[in-house]
């Protein structure tokens, strides 16, 4: 019996991804389905569905999921879930009772779908997705400002609002991950790969670090904190889609290698990419990560500053704080496994002192920020795109090379704004 967390919803690992005989026959009925295509994040949602990593889900939400995912972060049936799963589409011809293939930019085929529900979407249907999922608490959701800055600055809520006019409902049958186990040799492992992984090492009790951002000095902090308290740490880096001028998943699993290899004990880290692309919902993107890090094997999700988040949408400690308000086990999720059993584990503002002479956070560092230099990777990739020093205690030399390898190597330049949260202008 493992000793690992059980996954999320109480069913086990539910994986949509078919396997040897039954993959030919599905392959074979879904060239003569009519097509659709899908977007890179509806691909990347097929894939977790696919390998486990979204258990319980087994297709995308009905109207009924999407509400009470957004209102109350429960599905229908009373499963704690913190963002909607949908499949848009314009197309009028598709009808429910149709089964359709779901086809990807690049060509491929992921999956097939008995549609069982086909609602509109309205454009007030998708304003009031972004301002309950989208919106924060920082200067820009406030609500005379959201909407004038959201669709241009936010790349969530810009991607809700183009989607189409109806969302397509129903289960899935997964028949391809991709190219990923090959671009990502070893790195990218399913949630059994990485149960199995941690099983082998007598792990427990175990710590996610989430990435979409080269480890700096205060994520390998984080991670280090992580590892003296529990049994281990799973860096797991999105390998999915970014945004304009964020840096690609194979450079920062490089960069994240070069790390464990000069600055870890190899024994207490696994290196490890997900499939998704960034939605950038701040925290209920970080409930997200807890969600489904609990169908990888993980039950604690480390939390620090801006996490996930975009400009200055979200508080810094607004991640955190939404783990106080959802519903747990005790109130509206009294199914066993319906609740979400995955912790936070909140760390505070981390950067390198000067005065202390290493890294710190502000529950134990009491100099002040002119001591302190502010580490964030947005102001990292600023200060790389634009050729700029890197200050002291910031990198380490190493991955500080083959980031300026990178950008190097880049034709075209991409702009890259300077949020509050990155900054330190609200540090104390």
Request: aromatic share 8%; with cysteine; glycine share 10%.
């Amino acid at each position: 019996m493992s000793n690992l967390v059980a996954p999320h919803g109480g069913k086990g690992l539910v994986c949509c991804l078919l396997e040897g005989a039954e993959l030919d026959a599905e392959i074979k009925k879904a060239a003569g389905l009519k097509t659709l295509d899908i977007s890179d994040r509806a691909k990347g949602d097929l894939i977790m569905m696919g390998i486990g990593g979204f258990s319980p889900l087994n297709g995308f939400m009905k109207k009924a999921d999407w509400a009470g995912v957004c209102e109350k972060f429960l599905m229908a049936d009373g499963t704690f879930w913190p963002i909607p799963i949908t499949l848009d589409t314009n197309d009028e011809d598709v009808k429910v009772g149709d089964e359709i293939a779901l086809k990807a930019k690049d060509g491929v085929v992921y999956a097939t779908m008995k549609v069982e529900e086909k609602y509109e979407m309205t454009e007030a249907d998708k304003k009031w997705e972004c301002e309950l999922v989208y919106k924060g608490q920082g200067e820009d959701s406030a609500d005379d400002k959201f909407w004038a800055v959201a669709m241009e600055d936010h790349p969530g809520v810009q991607m809700v609002m183009a989607q189409g006019k109806y969302n397509l409902a129903g289960p899935v049958k997964v028949l391809s991950e991709g190219d990923y186990a090959k671009r990502f040799p070893g790195v990218y492992l399913t949630p059994k790969q990485i149960r199995a992984e941690m099983e082998k090492r007598g792990w427990s009790n175990v710590a996610a670090l989430q990435l979409r951002n080269p480890m700096h000095r205060s994520h390998e902090y984080l991670a280090k904190i992580a590892v003296e308290v529990c049994d281990g740490v799973v860096i797991h880096s999105l390998i999915g889609n970014l945004k304009p001028g964020d840096i690609p998943g194979d450079v920062r699993i490089e960069c994240i290698q070069i790390l464990i290899d000069n600055y870890f004990v190899p024994e207490n880290v696994i290196n490890a990419g997900y499939p998704l692309d960034m939605r950038y919902a701040g925290p209920r993107e970080g409930l997200i990560h807890a969600t489904f890090r609990q169908n990888y094997g993980i039950n604690n999700m480390l939390i620090g500053r801006d996490h996930a988040g975009v400009g200055d949408f979200y508080g810094l400690f607004e991640a955190q704080e939404i783990f106080k308000k959802i519903p747990y086990a005790t109130e509206a999720c009294p199914e066993p496994g319906k609740a979400l059993l995955c912790k936070n584990m909140n760390i505070d503002w981390t950067f390198y002192c000067y005065k202390c002479d290493g890294m710190a956070s502000m529950r134990t560092c009491p100099h002040t920020k002119e001591d302190r230099v502010i580490l964030s990777g947005t102001k990292l990739r600023k200060a790389l795109s634009e050729g700029a020093e890197v200050v002291d205690h910031f990198g380490r030399e190493e991955v500080l090379t083959r980031l300026r390898a990178y950008y190097a190597s880049l034709t075209e330049k991409v702009e890259v704004k300077m949020q509050k949260a990155a900054s330190g202008q609200d540090m104390k």
